[in-house]
T-cell receptor, first 114, second 115 residues
Framework: GAVVSQHPSWVICKSGTSVKIECRSLDFQATTMFWYRQFPKQSLMLMATSNEGSKATYEQGVEKDKFLINHASLTLSTLTVTSAHPEDSSFYIC??????????FGPGTRLTVL | QKEVEQNSGPLSVPEGAIASLNCTYSDRGSQSFFWYRQYSGKSPELIMSIYSNGDKEDGRFTAQLNKASQYVSLLIRDSQPSDSATYLCAVNMRGLTGGGNKLTFGTGTQLKVEL
């Protein structure tokens, strides 16, 4: 299957700081990239969908000014959590999408906000 | 009604048995169906995709799709303890989302394969 990387794999930051997470599709060009969040023992929650060169589409209830998404190329998308707070602590997972709906997930980034 | 429904489990099966995981979906216009496996603390991993009615086999895994009944299932033959994980059913609900590659996920079924 196709490979998606994420960096960093885990991050600890102080409340009020911003954190950037990178998502790269290593061996394919992702038509679309997706950002998910998963709290412990809960299901995946889609945060936003992004296409290269255009603004991300955010799901209802996700603050676009807090979760900034940049999709600079067909292989790179970034998520910046701005002014992070403890309630933003979660497992953030990106995926690269192909035509037909197939998504390949990155390994995830575990964010802890102190 | 949830868009994609799965029994949360846990589903316990003995080692070597067949595990049967089920999923129903609400959008009759859905075209693409996926099964992902997620180990605790890890991200989802694609196991199978299926697009046409009938069965699709890949090793110990068989996906079954019945669009008339809006039902998709995953069979795992010769279950191993390493198969213990949460299995997520995902549907590309083109009819509801107006196209695109967005997937709607079920909440997952936890499978436990016991020695």
């Amino acid at each position: 299957g196709a490979v998606v990387s994420q960096h960093p794999s885990w991050v600890i930051c102080k409340s009020g700081t911003s954190v950037k997470i990178e998502c790269r599709s290593l061996d394919f060009q992702a038509t679309t990239m997706f950002w998910y969040r998963q709290f412990p023992k809960q299901s995946l929650m889609l945060m936003a969908t992004s296409n290269e060169g255009s603004k991300a589409t955010y799901e209802q209830g996700v603050e676009k000014d807090k979760f900034l998404i940049n999709h600079a190329s067909l292989t790179l998308s970034t998520l910046t959590v701005t002014s992070a707070h403890p309630e933003d602590s979660s497992f953030y997972i990106c995926s690269g999408g192909l035509a037909g709906g197939t998504q390949y997930f990155g390994p995830g980034t575990r964010l802890t906000v102190l | 009604q949830k868009e994609v429904e799965q029994n949360s489990g846990p589903l316990s099966v003995p080692e070597g048995a067949i595990a049967s995981l089920n999923c129903t979906y609400s959008d009759r216009g859905s075209q693409s169906f996926f099964w992902y496996r997620q180990y605790s603390g890890k991200s989802p991993e694609l196991i199978m995709s299926i697009y046409s009615n009938g069965d699709k086999e890949d090793g110990r895994f068989t996906a079954q799709l019945n669009k008339a009944s809006q039902y998709v299932s995953l069979l795992i033959r010769d279950s191993q303890p390493s198969d213990s994980a949460t299995y997520l059913c995902a549907v590309n609900m083109r009819g509801l989302t107006g196209g695109g590659n967005k997937l709607t996920f079920g909440t997952g079924t936890q499978l436990k394969v016991e020695l």
